[in-house]
């Protein structure tokens, strides 16, 4: 499976939740994820998407990190079954924005 794959996937789910799954550049800044889940409720989601078993450059990482250390919710999603996980009917993502507001 490729990452497009899951990135449609991922399109979709976020789409049916009433979500927009904007996609992003950012000139300049190297590592920035690849997409941004406006979800309802005012919530915000930064993901990566990879092909099934790929994992974050070093240069991604430090650049997702730095979007944690500010509060946001960064996911990085290779599969459809996270895809799922995060943005299907239970909505994951809600319960992450939660955890978030507790710590």
């Known amino acids: 499976m490729r990452e497009a794959v899951v990135e449609s996937h991922f399109k979709k789910r976020v789409e049916a939740l009433g ?3 904007l996609k992003m550049t950012s000139p300049g800044r190297r590592g ?3 997409r941004l889940a406006v979800m309802p409720d005012g919530i915000l989601c930064w993901v990566e ?3 099934p ?3 974050p450059e070093p240069h991604q990482a430090r650049e997702h990190q730095r979007l944690r ?3 946001h919710i960064v996911l ?3 599969t459809k079954e996270l895809v799922d996980r995060y943005f299907g009917t239970d909505r994951g993502y809600l319960r992450l ?3 978030r507001l507790k710590a």
């Open 69 to 71: 250390d500010r509060g």
């Open 53 to 55: 078993g790929k994992t």
């Open 97 to 99: 924005h939660l955890e």
């Open 19 to 21: 979500g927009l799954a």
């Open 49 to 51: 998407m990879k092909a």
């Open 32 to 34: 920035a994820p690849d």
């Open 76 to 78: 990085v999603l290779d």
